[in-house]
């Protein structure tokens, strides 16, 4: 036990110590000519007053929240013990700190980048995604350290007993997953926003290129892919990291419980060496990252991961063999959830690639006009569920049967263990996606521009990758964490009290589950909605700015980009709220509210429906959602390579309509959901000893 | 019981007598000049003509089953009663029988109507609404009949028990569910195809108007109205309606369940005497709908429909009460249903209304592009689910207070009582459409081209609120399906082993939930995406015609309608056949596979779980593609109709995009939904001897 406590420490520490010392590196490559420290500078600047506003409202938010949580420990018979605020605490400060590392780090790289490609493209690739390893360390290292040293203070310090400490480790979920909660959905309508008000005004409107210097939006529109694709992507994947360590070490913890009666204590650590495993083979395989000189960038990202990836499964393998004696049958169940996670990654692939039918017959589709599009967008999002439908639900079925929902648990483990590597991969998209756009704003040779558009190109196919990962982590960390819910609920209710709680013959529980599958309606209608608001806002601005600035006519004038991120900054901030908070509160009604009405159990059957209907169906609108942008976005961009008529046919006009809808499907909305089904099942873990109380 | 039987028998009788009375009626009326009869005669052989294609692809698929089934039946332990196949085949051909002669009268009614409108509204109102309620009539009489008949005859001539005949009736739901499943998905394709076909040339590319005589569509467009919206929405409510009395009478019958023990036998006669309620107060609540010589004709409606309602509320009340002796526990449930029927009604209003905001604010999001309308339409969509399944939840569980799973079967039994009169007001509909276009093409006088789009006009409020009502008594019916589906695992299991199937901590149960919720996205994309393909052949067709004809140069040029019309009618039978099997086989797939590979009662745990994930999300987008279909289309006549530019304004190009976007989500891929949910749950019950043998 010890010698898997020091290495799960080292382990943090190596990560830590390896994005700093990837930091130091990149901050010695130079930004480039003035005009691009400015434009760099303007960005990080933005991006940097959007995260300090937006930190105002957490503070707000988890205070409140700290100050509930550590109240409710003092009621009497309550069981929520005080540690759990302190916890909770912590994991929102952390989960901050790591968004905030990488948003900085992301914001510095761009320039760089761009400055790296006029070198040759593996310098680029090298920044770029040297930038996402030091976000991708910062989340395991701050996420495996936070878990552990949680546990070890209430557990060796304070001398709780395993499962009240575990108890307490759901507070720091639950911290991680409200920042998760605000970074994703504020990140999301910041981002889209800016986007759909540059481009509605600028490309549509006034016939300029995307990242054109006079668009008053462009700025805003660059900042928005640091806020959303980087800290909300890192929040998100932040907090899918923590819960899945935290729901197994909690089924570990459980008297009585499969992993507590099969292997003992031992069970508890796993999920942290087989973390611990993850950050060190993610380190190996970003050596394996680079290109030759004009090489290709895609194989070369994947090469890492696949080394990552086939690392942990051989290391995995050999350290769990080593910890059990012998016994493999959680090694499968985490095996289970590593294969999961590439098969959705490359289903995600499959159905947003340029290169692809899926992808070739919406552009086919485009040229009947937008309506054909649109449907034709739709069909693929709705049929690309199906493979990722299949993997969760195979490595769940087979995860089980090696180790029942500890095995469930540790493949949602297994699956986010290469986190470090994956998560590079996926924030290298919005640097490159940056570095391009600096390239242009800042005039840079045409050679450097296609260079630095080869790199955003390959970023676009890592991001649509990395976000069916976060959808499918998501996923199954949900799962793992109502396995958790299910299995805790031994601790208050006997077998037969449970049975009936959570058969489907109680309609409490059928009545959770279409409550449940409606949240993610109501949360796409609202993040959607709020999007659109917000992009009015945009609109009215852009449109100003171009009518009284004389942008367009007058080259001395200049648009005063500040106002737009202004206005980005403030309707994200203030519609965010909403949403947010009715994710959190809405298991918490259902619990009291279910349980006040209802008969002895209600309350907790309410609740155990609302979680499996929405992961269930958010699940899957997710995917849709994030398939379907995705495969709108590159059909225009397919187009825009020179098919079917190319730029400026009707079919391209079509195709940008369909990439137009798509934005906040792919950006806001769908993203959301992966906070929403974890969040509320994190809500209910740490409040399950109060609805124990509602009955 | 034989007092309740005469009455239900009476019931059926009434009903069909006095659809024969109004056809005769109707038969009598002028169908005006010979230019309107000739269009009225090419719509009704087009519609014929479909109808009689579809009936062949039904034979073959009816007539495989009935040997599987009857062959099933010879399967030792099989426990499948050969009467399965002998009702399945019967609920096949009263479908099909209802289907046509609905489809027959509507299509003779509609030159009628237009004749009817020339002398005052009320006339043509009247022929509309009599021509919809020769279909409401017919449906619940030959549904009544059928049921009561298929009892009566394996009961009381066959002397099997009731819970045997009872299993055998789900045969009969079986077979009416195949034909519903073939006429909502093959009527949903034809009429989109038609439709989209005849808008994307004739109004877009041309710049014709709506229902020009020169358009080759134009035909096929008139005939999908009536596959689609009457034979499709006719087969769709009178499985509902069987569906729900069977399984009210199954849980009636199960020895050892509430009602059986609480009530005894008159349970079982009980949903068939609300039924009859139901009938006789839809006939008299017929008799309401009168409007003035110029008077409000949706107000006219909703009266018959009100009186019905709340005729059903106090006669049921009255004969619940003296059948049960004063127990009125299944009167409340039966209440409940009736009441979250007309709050969907009311609900589904308001989100498609051209005088309310939702509408209005797709409209004023049409002012910047189609984009933005698009995703306005999506976030009504979503929002508009609220209220639904609020209602539904609401009443199961109200429901199941006062009596338990049969007084959520009988809260189906409650909301499809007055399906006479609804699916009258429903089919009314198609008809003043049909009517309205009749009047165009033939060229009638302005006046009376405006009557006719008044009638048209309420058609659609009338056709989005039928819409509502097919998707919440399909709900409801699924779950009391689902119910059924639970209570009878009693015969084959002990208590133990059913709440172990029936648990969500049964990993098993939960990927029957996943991949139940699954099944409608691929639904919804192998519709949708056959309504484009099938668009696309129909475009190509057209174009073709209006180049090669001269159509619109060469006044002496004739369309060649037929051509388009067996297009429409090829494309949709060959495209319905992928869909129409999936729906079938998936449930008979999970419950065979699940039941080899895992563990004792896997397969049914799976199949508990497909119901309820198909039937939470299958709802929820249900009413979402319909919510948001209505709204496009509404928002669309909302700017026509002046507001925010008119027509040809950008703005209204933008609405006629989100209009096409919205026709297969609301008249094909929605409605298809309604089909699934309800078809898996029958198949399970009728299979379910089968699927207890592999365990």
New interface residues.
């Given amino acids: 036990m010890e010698n898997i406590s020091i290495v799960v420490l080292i382990s943090g520490l190596v990560a830590l110590f390896f994005a700093g010392y990837l930091a130091y590196k990149i901050r010695r490559e130079s930004s480039g000519n003035e005009k691009m420290q400015e434009i760099s500078h303007a960005i990080r600047q933005g991006a940097i007053a959007f995260l300090n506003s937006e930190t105002k409202v957490l503070i707000i938010f988890v205070g409140i929240m700290t100050v509930i949580l550590a109240g409710a420990s003092f009621i009497p018979n309550s069981n929520l013990h005080w540690g759990t605020a302190f916890a909770f605490l912590i994991g929102a400060i952390l989960s901050m700190l790591s968004g905030n590392i990488g948003m900085r780090i992301a914001t510095l790289a761009n320039a760089k980048t761009a400055e790296g490609v006029k070198k040759n493209m593996n310098k680029g690739l090298s920044i770029a995604f040297s930038s996402g390893a030091v976000m991708g360390l910062c989340v395991v290292g701050l996420g495996i350290l936070g878990v552990w040293g949680m546990y070890t203070l209430f557990h060796d310090l304070f001398h709780l007993d395993a499962a009240v400490t575990t108890n307490v480790l759901f507070g720091f979920g639950f911290g991680a997953s409200s920042v998760a909660l605000f970074a994703r959905v504020g990140g999301g309508i910041y981002t889209k926003s800016a986007d759909?008000g540059a481009d509605?005004v600028g490309k549509?409107e006034e016939n300029i290129p995307e990242d054109d210097p006079r668009n008053p939006a462009v700025i805003a529109d660059l900042v928005g892919d640091n806020v959303g694709d980087v800290a909300g992507m890192g929040a998100d994947l932040y907090e899918s990291y923590v819960e899945a360590i935290i729901a197994t070490m909690a089924l570990a913890a459980i008297a009585g419980g499969f992993a507590f009666t099969m292997y003992g204590e031992k069970a508890l650590m796993l999920p942290l060496l087989i973390s611990a495993i993850g950050i060190f083979a993610s380190i190996l395989g970003m050596l394996f990252v680079r290109s030759g000189k004009k090489g290709n960038v895609y194989s070369a990202l994947r090469n890492g991961l696949f080394v990552s990836t086939i690392l942990v499964a051989v290391l995995g393998g050999i350290a769990i063999w080593y910890v059990l004696d012998g016994e493999l049958g959680p090694y499968y169940a985490m095996l289970a959830g590593l294969i999961a996670g590439i098969i959705i990654g490359l289903s995600t692939e499959y159905f947003t690639s340029e290169k692809q039918k899926p992808v070739h017959g919406i552009a086919e589709?485009a040229k009947?006009?937008?309506?054909?599009t649109?449907?034709?967008g739709?069909?693929?999002g709705?049929?690309s569920?199906?493979i990722p439908?299949l993997a969760?639900?195979a490595a769940?079925?087979f995860a089980?049967q090696f180790a029942e929902?500890y095995g469930?648990a540790l493949s949602a483990v297994g699956m986010l263990s290469v986190l470090g590597i994956s998560l590079a991969t996926d924030c290298y998209g919005p640097v490159a996606d940056n570095a391009a756009g600096i390239a242009e704003m800042a005039g840079l040779g045409k050679e450097v521009r296609e260079r630095a558009e080869a790199l955003d190109a390959v970023g676009n196919t890592t991001a649509a990758m990395g976000k069916g990962f976060a959808i499918g982590s998501a996923a199954v960390t949900a799962?793992a964490l109502i396995?958790t819910f299910?299995v805790s609920l031994r601790l208050y209710y006997s077998d037969i009290e449970i049975?009936?709680m959570?058969?489907?013959?109680n309609?409490?529980?059928?009545?959770g589950?279409?409550?449940g599958?409606?949240l993610p309606?109501?949360f796409?209608?609202l993040t959607?909605?709020a999007?659109?608001k917000a992009?009015?806002s945009m609109?009215d601005e852009v449109r100003y700015q171009f009518k009284e600035f004389h942008l367009l006519t007058d080259p001395n004038s200049k648009p005063d980009y500040k106002r737009c991120v202004t206005i980005s900054t403030k309707r994200a901030l203030r519609e965010m709220i909403v949403p947010g908070v009715l994710a959190v509160i809405s298991p918490i009604i259902i619990g009291v509210v279910f349980g006040l009405v209802?008969p002895k159990g209600a309350g907790l059957a309410g609740l155990?429906?609302l979680l499996?209907?929405s992961i269930?169906?958010g699940?899957?609108l997710a995917v849709?959602l994030a398939n379907a942008g995705g495969a709108w976005d590159n059909a225009k961009k397919y187009i825009e390579a020179g098919n079917l008529g190319g730029k400026g046919s009707p079919a391209h006009k079509a195709a940008v309509?369909g990439d137009?809808?798509g934005d906040?499907c792919k950006d806001t909305s769908g993203p959301s959901l992966n906070i929403l089904i974890k969040l509320m099942s994190v809500v209910t873990l740490v409040f399950l000893p109060l609805f124990v109380l509602f009955g």
Same sequence: chains 1, 2.
């Fill in positions: 759909i509605l549509v589709a009947t006009g937008p309506a054909t649109i449907i034709q739709m069909v693929t709705m049929m569920t199906v439908v969760v639900v769940m079925i089980y929902f469930v799962l396995a299910m049975s009936q959570l058969s489907i013959s309609t409490y529980l059928v009545a589950v279409f409550l599958a409606m309606f109501i796409i209608a959607m909605g999007v659109g992009a009015r609109v209802g155990a429906g499996l209907g269930t169906t699940f899957l849709f309509i137009t809808v906040p």
